[in-house]
């Protein structure tokens, strides 16, 4: 099966009318927690145990093997991995729609063994057309039918809602479930997807795509999707208007492993992810409270009215720490309105009415006004949400004054339409209480840690049309820098590199080659830059084999000596020279062309033998539409004449087109220079395919 027919045979089973348990039993953990679960939430299906050791199962008849049993649309596998084989052949042969494997000690071993067993699985569910979802997941859940195939306990009720969670660990899939319920958000559909070979993470995004039940999707990224797939996927789901929300983990290995280009020392698995997940438009999250929190928030209110984060606290100290999370964060707590800021002036003594505003203890001797203060400020047509901090933690009855003064605030978020989050700086004793007590509380979200509500309120807001685009991670110098000495990389020499991309219309300066000893009479340019050949020396400039500027005969040949001297010194040969005219002064770039694990990914940013260091670069997956492209460029290279831009832009083109048709595996062009007259590549080193 190919992607698209993946999809469609998961949308077979997202609404189950029997699901089969295979392993199904009184004392197998997982054949006893999927039936538990299917009962304790009232999945309307027919449930048909099946295991030949046994003849009735939590009161059900119980079949000894899938031939002999009732058909199923969906088959939970809980057995050891000794049978998964026989019973994804046996479903197969039933015609089932598709298997949730729970079983686990398969691909993710790296035991060629089970490799093997892995892939003759997912081989016989292709040729059937079964959608085959693990192993080594915990199952699905489709809450609209209650058909929670789900193999760990799953004890708290969720509301039916427009929301789907996608992940590989079934753990977090639960923790992300408790959260949910907890903060009375609804569910529509959860995956855990385990090693996810067979359906993964872009056949999920696709199927969801398409259901009139779903409005966002959640999901924790262990690695990044293949481009191709992921990036078709997400934009079909971002056409039909759903919002995604992503974590990604890895961000402590961005970059970090030993490489022989700059390209490889700065495309680090997060860094690149990070990059894409922009380009696609999915939120990125920074921590899994922050996931929840962000998709509680908009299924409980919707896409936010603006994009401005108001900030509430009785104390100085907690405006300061919040207004530190915040910039951390990268969210603006901007100014309220003339109009807002006169309105609440004077209101529970407040006389600055700054963001993040600072009550002190007048909002306790004054609740009504500083209910109304808060009203205002919801009111503020920039205003998205705002963040109450009570001074002393999460109120409860036992704070009778501070319970109360939480429930005007609630009210007037109401009146006001907008949410308020209410949270902590510290965990208190009473937070569960409170949290629980307003999952169904008018416009209020109860959330047990500020870390968490920043985390989740920055990417929300963010989906508002009028937000400030965040910047993108840049990988820390440390983590960029190389691990060791650089790997060996065979390669064409760059002269070579240059003229097969002046092949392809792209503009690289004129240039003439000779050996060592061989000095020209005249300089073929007014002026010269003058680079040693040395192969397998990919950065020149750090073996001391490039002199720039040179105007004359005789500080050529003190370049071509000192050259020679500095290859003499490394032993490394020096077979030739290469002569290229100098360049007009101009700005310099780096772009690059390269295969990841996730696909062709582009790299742009500051240009320079230090680029490592700075890490000032971003990442782009390609192919990319237009409009990416554009405001890739646009947001990487800042401050350029737009007919410079729009160079660039034809330069990446036409880059990528020989990048293709030469079959590289990196392309990578450092500097690239933008000049008064155009755009030019200075220097150029390429991978050929192996």
Same mark, same amino acid.
């Given at each position: ?8 045979? #998961? ?59 009732? =058909? ?8 050891? /991995? ?106 529509? $559909? ?49 056409? /039909? ?111 600055? %009415? ?85 999952? $169904? ?33 840049? =990988? ?47 300089? =073929? ?49 020096? %077979? ?5 005219? #100098? ?13 990841? =694990? ?72 450092? %500097? ?19």
């Amino acid at each position: 099966m190919d992607r698209h027919q993946r999809a469609e045979s #998961l949308r077979r089973i997202l609404a189950p009318h029997s699901i089969a348990v295979v392993g199904a039993s009184e004392r197998n953990f997982y054949g006893r927690t999927v039936l538990e679960n299917l009962a304790r939430h009232r999945y309307d299906g027919v449930v048909i145990p099946v295991n030949p050791r046994a003849a009735t199962v939590r009161g059900l008849r119980c079949y000894p093997s899938l031939s002999e049993a009732p =058909p199923a649309d969906l088959v939970v596998v809980a057995v050891a /991995r000794d049978h998964f084989v026989d019973i994804v052949a046996e479903a197969a042969s039933v015609g089932a729609a598709g298997l949730v494997a729970l079983t686990s000690g398969l691909a993710e071993t790296q035991e060629p063994q089970w490799m093997e067993a892995e892939a003759k699985a997912r081989a016989i569910a292709d040729e059937a057309g079964m959608a085959l979802i693990g192993p080594n997941g915990l199952g699905v859940i489709s809450r609209a039918h209650g058909a929670y195939a789900f193999g760990a306990p799953v004890p708290w009720e969720i509301e039916h809602g427009r929301t789907s969670i996608v992940m590989e660990s079934g753990g977090l899939v639960c923790g992300s479930l408790a959260a949910l319920s907890a903060y009375g958000a609804g569910l529509a $559909h959860a995956a855990s997807i385990g090693n996810g070979h067979a359906i993964g993470v872009s056949e999920w995004i696709e199927a969801l795509a398409d259901s009139a039940e779903v409005d966002q999707i959640g999901l924790m990224l262990e690695a990044t999707p293949r481009w191709a797939d992921f990036s078709a996927a997400v934009r079909a789901a971002r056409e /039909r208007g759903k919002t995604i929300y992503a974590l990604k983990t890895g961000k402590s290995e961005a970059g970090a492993r030993a490489a022989a280009t700059h390209t490889g020392a700065l495309a680090g698995d997060y860094a690149t992810a990070s990059g894409l997940l922009a380009q696609l438009g999915i939120q990125q999250v920074a921590s899994m409270g922050g996931l929840v929190t962000a998709l509680a928030l908009h299924e409980r209110f919707g896409s936010p009215a603006g994009s401005n984060l108001a900030v509430f606290a009785a104390s100085g100290g907690a405006v300061g720490i919040i207004a530190d999370a915040a910039a951390d964060r990268e969210i603006e707590l901007r100014p309220y309105a003339p109009a807002t800021r006169e309105a609440i002036t004077g209101l529970a003594g407040i006389l600055d %009415p700054a963001n993040p505003l600072d009550l002190g203890g007048q909002a306790l001797s004054k609740p009504d006004e500083f209910a109304t203060a808060v009203e205002h400020v919801l009111r503020d047509p920039g205003v998205g949400a705002a963040v109450y901090v009570p001074s002393l933690g999460l109120p409860s009855g036992s704070l009778p004054d501070h319970q109360r003064l939480l429930e005007l605030v609630a009210s007037a978020a109401t009146r006001a339409g907008k949410p308020v989050v209410v949270t902590q700086l510290t965990y208190t004793a009473v937070t569960s209480e409170v949290v629980g007590g307003y999952r $169904h509380t008018g416009n209020v979200l109860a959330c047990p840690s500020l870390e968490h509500s920043l985390d989740g309120l920055g990417p929300w807001l963010r989906t508002h049309p009028g937000a400030r685009e965040p910047e993108e991670h840049r =990988p820390s110098a440390g983590a960029a820098g190389r691990n060791g000495p650089a790997a060996s990389v065979v390669a064409p020499d760059e002269h070579r590199v240059k003229t097969t991309l002046a092949t392809h219309g792209i503009p690289v300066p004129r240039a003439v080659t000779y050996a060592p000893g061989e000095t020209p009479p005249t300089l =073929p340019f007014e002026a010269v830059v003058l680079k040693g050949m040395s192969p397998g020396v990919t950065h020149k400039s750090q073996a001391g084999l490039v002199a720039l500027g040179v105007r004359s005969v005789e500080r050529l040949r003190e370049a071509e000596a000192a050259m020679s001297e500095a290859a003499a010194g490394r032993g490394i040969p020096l %077979p030739a020279l290469l002569l290229e005219e #100098l360049a007009p002064p101009g700005r310099d770039v780096f772009l690059s062309i390269s295969e990841q =694990p996730t696909g062709t990914i582009v790299t742009l940013g500051d240009g320079g033998t230090d680029v490592e260091e700075r890490g000032n670069v971003g990442f782009l997956g390609w192919p990319a539409t237009p409009a990416e492209v554009g405001r890739f460029v646009g947001q990487r290279v800042r401050g350029v004449d737009p007919a410079r831009r729009n160079e660039l832009i034809r330069l990446l083109d036409q880059l990528a087109a020989a990048y293709a048709a030469e079959g590289y595996t990196m392309l990578e062009c450092n %500097p690239v220079r933008i000049h008064d007259r155009g755009v030019c590549v200075l220097d150029a080193v390429a991978i050929p395919g192996r």
